[in-house]
């Protein structure tokens, strides 16, 4: 009995024993583990790879879009001179230089009237010839001749008719060779056939339209803009003109000072560049200054941290650590945008990475990627 007891006691300190050993070692990981935490607290998270850029002193201005459609400096329908039955009248969509043909009319009634017009030339100047040859030889032979000064006169007089008849025919014969040359329609400037008004069979008479011709390499831009947009800019200036995904500056060529009675809007027209592709009739957005420029601090707009309560900026201090400035926003050009707040230029702001940023938290810094070149 005595010794089950004995038993008894050793079995109870042995479990004691182990339940210490595995306790102990919970404690001790537990504890090492909230050591490890608290340091890595204390710590901070990681330094963040990030992109940046200079904030830069820049002279901008408010700006509104105001709706715009592209043009053609020249956009002609071209009239028959003369009349005639249509022979041919070129395609829509055909491509014609300066001076190409781009429509016949039937010549035979105009050669007509020239071959008559010769003859009736060569007939006056036969006269004319004549009358004037007599009245030199008559005046060469003075009192000889017996004539009288009214018959003199009347010579004179007649020579004088017959050369005015054949001045007047020399006139008819040059438009009755205009009025044939007329029946081949030139084309007075490079451009594309927007439409065909005539057919061929059909009889034209001076002044009907024969087909639309539109200038395709000489393009502008016309927009209607409020005065208070207008006033701020001048022909010369250049200003923004956004195609759907593309963008190109466009020089301001005139701003009509003639305003709609009942919208008020100034039209103003603008160049574009020669190698512009658009189509005309396209409709785009001119951005236009709605204030004076004035001069402003402005970061790349890759800077902004747009949250729904504020619009952040993150700069970069010396010692590599980010801080968090709110802004307002300005002006905006190109890439550029005016910030309002405790950003000074040549500040170096972060364009890149600045979603995942922490106020304070250190940071690795790289300069952004140039952009390419067109």
Same mark, same amino acid.
């Given at each position: 009995?005595?010794?089950?007891?004995?038993?008894?006691?050793?079995?109870?300190?042995?479990a004691a024993a182990t339940i210490a050993f595995v306790y102990g070692g919970q404690i001790g990981s537990g504890a090492s583990a909230e050591t490890e935490a608290s340091?890595?607290?204390?710590?901070?998270?990681?330094?963040?790879?990030?992109?940046?850029?200079?904030?830069?002193?820049?002279?901008?201005?408010?700006?509104?879009?105001?709706?715009?459609?592209?043009?053609?400096?020249?956009?002609?329908?071209?009239?028959?001179?003369?009349?005639?039955?249509?022979?041919?009248?070129a395609e829509v969509g055909a491509e014609v230089e300066k001076g190409d043909i781009i429509a016949?009319?039937?010549?035979?009634?105009?050669?007509?009237?020239?071959?008559?017009?010769?003859?009736?030339?060569?007939?006056?100047?036969?006269?004319?010839?004549?009358?004037?040859?007599?009245?030199?030889?008559?005046?060469?032979?003075?009192?000889?001749?017996?004539?009288?000064?009214?018959?003199?006169?009347?010579?004179?007089?007649?020579?004088?008719?017959?050369?005015?008849?054949?001045?007047?025919?020399?006139?008819?014969?040059?438009?009755?060779?205009?009025?044939?040359?007329?029946?081949?329609?030139?084309?007075?400037?490079?451009?594309?056939?927007?439409?065909?008004?005539?057919?061929?069979?059909?009889?034209?008479?001076?002044?009907?339209?024969?087909?639309?011709?539109?200038?395709?390499?000489?393009?502008? &831009?016309?927009?209607?803009?409020?005065?208070?947009?207008?006033?701020?800019?001048?022909?010369?200036?250049?200003?923004?003109?956004?195609?759907?995904?593309?963008?190109?500056?466009?020089?301001?060529?005139?701003?009509?000072?003639?305003?709609?009675?009942?919208?008020?809007?100034?039209?103003?027209?603008?160049?574009?560049?020669?190698?512009?592709?658009?189509?005309?009739?396209?409709?785009?957005?001119?951005?236009?200054?709605?204030?004076?420029?004035?001069?402003?601090?402005?970061?790349?707009?890759?800077?902004?941290?747009?949250?729904?309560?504020?619009?952040?900026?993150? &700069?970069?201090?010396?010692?590599? &650590?980010?801080?968090?400035?709110?802004?307002?926003?300005?002006?905006?050009?190109?890439?550029?945008?005016?910030?309002?707040?405790?950003?000074?230029?040549?500040?170096?702001?972060?364009?890149?990475?600045?979603?995942?940023?922490?106020?304070?938290?250190?940071?690795?810094?790289?300069?952004?990627?140039?952009?390419?070149?067109?």
């Open positions: 009995m005595k010794r089950e007891i004995i038993l008894s006691a050793g079995a109870l300190l042995a340091e890595e607290q204390r710590e901070g998270p990681p330094p963040a790879p990030v992109a940046v850029a200079k904030a830069a002193q820049k002279t901008l201005a408010p700006r509104a879009d105001t709706p715009g459609a592209v043009v053609s400096t020249r956009d002609s329908r071209i009239a028959a001179a003369t009349s005639g039955k249509i022979e041919w009248v016949l009319i039937d010549e035979a009634d105009a050669k007509f009237t020239r071959d008559d017009t010769a003859a009736d030339l060569r007939r006056l100047r036969a006269r004319a010839d004549y009358l004037d040859s007599l009245y030199n030889r008559y005046v060469g032979l003075g009192q000889e001749a017996g004539e009288s000064a009214a018959a003199m006169d009347e010579m004179r007089a007649n020579r004088d008719e017959a050369m005015q008849a054949l001045a007047q025919a020399e006139v008819a014969l040059e438009r009755a060779e205009t009025n044939l040359a007329r029946t081949k329609v030139r084309a007075p400037f490079a451009g594309r056939i927007a439409a065909q008004q005539v057919q061929p069979g059909e009889f034209a008479n001076p002044g009907a339209e024969l087909v639309r011709l539109v200038d395709i390499r000489h393009l502008e &831009v016309t927009a209607r803009a409020p005065v208070g947009l207008t006033r701020n800019i001048k022909p010369g200036d250049n200003v923004a003109v956004v195609n759907g995904a593309e963008t190109i500056d466009a020089a301001v060529r005139a701003v009509v000072p003639v305003g709609d009675e009942r919208s008020r809007m100034l039209e103003i027209r603008l160049a574009l560049p020669p190698e512009t592709a658009w189509y005309i009739g396209s409709a785009v957005r001119v951005n236009l200054p709605s204030a004076q420029p004035r001069d402003v601090v402005a970061v790349p707009r890759d800077a902004l941290v747009l949250r729904a309560d504020r619009i952040s900026v993150y &700069v970069v201090s010396d010692d590599s &650590v980010a801080k968090r400035v709110d802004v307002e926003l300005g002006a905006a050009d190109g890439g550029f945008i005016e910030v309002i707040g405790d950003i000074q230029p040549d500040d170096d702001v972060v364009i890149r990475g600045g979603e995942r940023l922490r106020d304070g938290q250190a940071v690795t810094m790289s300069a952004a990627p140039a952009k390419p070149t067109a």
